[in-house]
């Protein structure tokens, strides 16, 4: 079995930080020695125990030896708050050929946060980078929200077999996902130098129907992002372009996986990304059109103008740019 090891992780960095639906910030990270004692904590604080599949086990001596052995069975992601340490568990446990079995639990205090989907996608993500094709979960057909996770995440119901497993065929996404950046990107982006008035920006924004704009120097450099919303006051528009744009953006490299730029579109809830070289040069930008288009297999003419602009940008892990 070619199972590449954790630390050889070459896409998916951790620690993966994100923002949950009641706006607190998460982080997921890689199981280490001294968080195993707060994950236990955590199983043990879990209620109702038993409360999905039979577990976690009711009793305490039964629940941290349950604990203990899936993490010394299993390649283990945990979720962490600022206040509250661990909140949420993932385990991917390999089995027989290159198929591993998902866990997911988020303690009930921030279940319905969005914690629990992106923990999956980070298991998936990791399970498809270390080599796994398969991946199972095994939920009990009236644990609907759990489904309902998992769905959303690409698995579908087993077509065999036991009733509660779903599954992920990660041989087909490592098909569709192994094309890079600049393979479905569109390459000509509407962008704007800093010295530019803030009015040439406007007018750009109401003629080439595009939200955002991607800052570039004399050398076509990404140097920031200028959103709609940068020029919502209109104090703003005697201004220049290097007076209001956002310096910190969010940026791909061109060699960089389609597979990655989903997991960002996912997790950053950007509709676009500039795309750049080596040399932080702007070489395009892609959205979500491109990898849906890309997707229907459509041979799309692709129009002067980006059809989709660039959404708001997340503060980037610096200096932003994703390789
Ligand atoms: C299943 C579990 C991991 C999901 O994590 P979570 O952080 O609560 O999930 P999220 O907040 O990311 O997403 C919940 C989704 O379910 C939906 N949902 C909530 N209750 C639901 C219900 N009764 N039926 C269907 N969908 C429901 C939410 O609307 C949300 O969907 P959306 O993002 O499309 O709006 C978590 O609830 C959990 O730990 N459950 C107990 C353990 C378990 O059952 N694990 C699964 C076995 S592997």
Not at 90 to 100: D, I, K, S, V
Not at 226 to 242: F, G, M, N
Request: charge should be neutral; include cysteine; glycine fraction near 6%.
């Amino acid at each position: 079995m070619s199972i590449r090891p954790v630390s050889d992780s070459t896409i998916y960095r951790f620690p993966h930080a994100f923002i949950s639906k009641k706006g607190e910030p998460i982080v997921v990270t890689l199981l280490d020695e001294p968080r195993r004692h707060r994950l236990i904590e955590m199983y043990l604080a879990f209620q109702p125990r038993p409360s999905f599949s039979g577990l976690p086990p009711a009793d305490d001596q039964a629940c941290t030896k349950w604990v203990e052995s899936m993490i010394g069975r299993a390649i283990n992601l945990v979720a962490l708050s600022f206040d509250k340490g661990v909140v949420a568990h993932e385990a991917l446990f390999p089995m027989e050929g290159q198929t591993c079995e998902m866990l997911d639990v988020v303690a009930a205090s921030v279940q319905d946060c969005g914690i629990g989907s992106e923990l999956a996608r980070c298991g998936m993500q990791l399970a498809y980078e270390l080599g796994f094709e398969k991946v199972l979960v095994s939920i009990e057909v009236a644990n609907a929200r759990a489904r309902h996770v998992y769905r959303k995440c690409g698995f579908e119901d087993a077509s065999e077999g036991d009733p509660e497993d779903m599954v992920l065929d990660l041989r087909a996404h490592r098909r569709a996902m192994s094309v890079c950046a600049a393979d479905i990107m569109n390459a000509r982006a509407v962008t704007i130098h800093p010295d530019q008035p803030c009015r040439q920006a406007l007018e750009t924004f109401v003629t080439r129907h595009v939200g955002t704009l991607p800052v570039v120097d004399g050398e076509r450099r990404l140097v920031g992002i200028l959103s709609t919303s940068d020029l919502l006051l209109p104090s703003k528009l005697a201004k220049r372009v290097r007076d209001v744009f956002t310096r910190q953006v969010v940026s791909v490299r061109e060699d960089v996986l389609v597979a990655k730029v989903v997991r960002l579109l996912q997790s950053t809830g950007l509709r676009c990304i500039p795309v750049v070289d080596r040399e932080m040069k702007l070489v395009g930008v892609i959205g979500r059109q491109d990898v849906l288009a890309y997707y229907a297999g459509q041979d799309r003419p692709r129009p002067a103008a980006p059809a989709t602009g660039l959404a708001p940008q997340e503060p980037p892990s610096a200096p932003g740019t994703q390789r």
